[in-house]
T-cell receptor, first 118, second 114 residues
Framework: AQSVAQPEDQVNVAEGNPLTVKCTYSVSGNPYLFWYVQYPNRGLQFLLKYITGDNLVKGSYGFEAEFNKSQTSFHLKKPSALVSDSALYFCAVRDINGYGGSQGNLIFGKGTKLSVKP | DTGVSQDPRHKITKRGQNVTFRCDPISEHNRLYWYRQTLGQGPEFLTYFQNEAQLEKSRLLSDRFSAERPKGSFSTLEIQRTEQGDSAMYLC????????????FGSGTRLTVV
């Protein structure tokens, strides 16, 4: 069965410093990987995805993520954090070779709260 | 088209009552998903439709829950005989079956059962 782990409940960063939000995954086949952000009382907003190709993917708002197949990780990064980046971040995986093939559903991690202080 | 719309945004109901939520997906999206999110947790998959067909239901979806998408456009999620444990944010999302993109989520319906 596919699963996603976000080992940190909360990440605290000072504004201007680099940030990393960790994610590891488990799938039986090849993964599609996603990061979403959620602001209070809002739905999830898509940040970026990895499907195939370059292991470093760039997304919205200056975020990027690195796919590491050997470590089964897909950590979210940003070189310089902003206070406005403070939100909940969710990693999600879809197993393209698992149940339903490419039609498999997104499975989400429990989320990491990012707090950026001025 | 302004994205995925959910109605109502908030619902407070007494235990034992029935509630129904509505989701209007992006018009050209043929896939529609329902997720439930409780405090401190990530979204949990409930069910999804491809056009009007309900293709998968999670074990989380008890017999008190039913979802429909009668014309392959909007969808409704009904919870019968609500329990306090049903209190959560109910999220709807849509996508194209042919797309590798992620889902587009609505803002959710927050249900509080008192």
């Amino acid at each position: 069965a596919q699963s996603v782990a976000q080992p940190e409940d909360q990440v605290n960063v000072a504004e201007g410093n680099p940030l990393t939000v960790k994610c590891t995954y488990s799938v039986s086949g090849n993964p599609y990987l996603f990061w979403y952000v959620q602001y209070p009382n809002r739905g999830l907003q898509f940040l970026l995805k990895y499907i195939t190709g370059d292991n470093l993917v760039k997304g919205s708002y200056g975020f990027e993520a690195e796919f590491n197949k050997s470590q089964t990780s897909f950590h979210l990064k940003k070189p310089s954090a902003l206070v406005s980046d403070s939100a909940l971040y969710f990693c999600a995986v879809r197993d393209i070779n698992g149940y339903g093939g490419s039609q498999g559903n997104l499975i989400f991690g429990k989320g990491t709260k990012l707090s950026v202080k001025p | 088209d302004t994205g995925v719309s959910q109605d109502p945004r908030h619902k407070i109901t007494k235990r034992g009552q029935n509630v129904t939520f509505r989701c209007d997906p992006i018009s050209e999206h043929n896939r529609l998903y329902w997720y439930r999110q409780t405090l401190g947790q990530g979204p949990e998959f409930l069910t999804y439709f491809q056009n009007e067909a309900q293709l998968e239901k999670s074990r989380l979806l008890s017999d008190r829950f039913s979802a429909e998408r009668p014309k392959g456009s909007f969808s409704t999620l009904e919870i019968q005989r609500t329990e306090q444990g049903d209190s959560a944010m109910y999220l709807c999302a849509s996508s194209l079956v042919s797309s590798n993109d992620g889902y587009t989520f609505g803002s959710g319906t927050r249900l509080t059962v008192v």
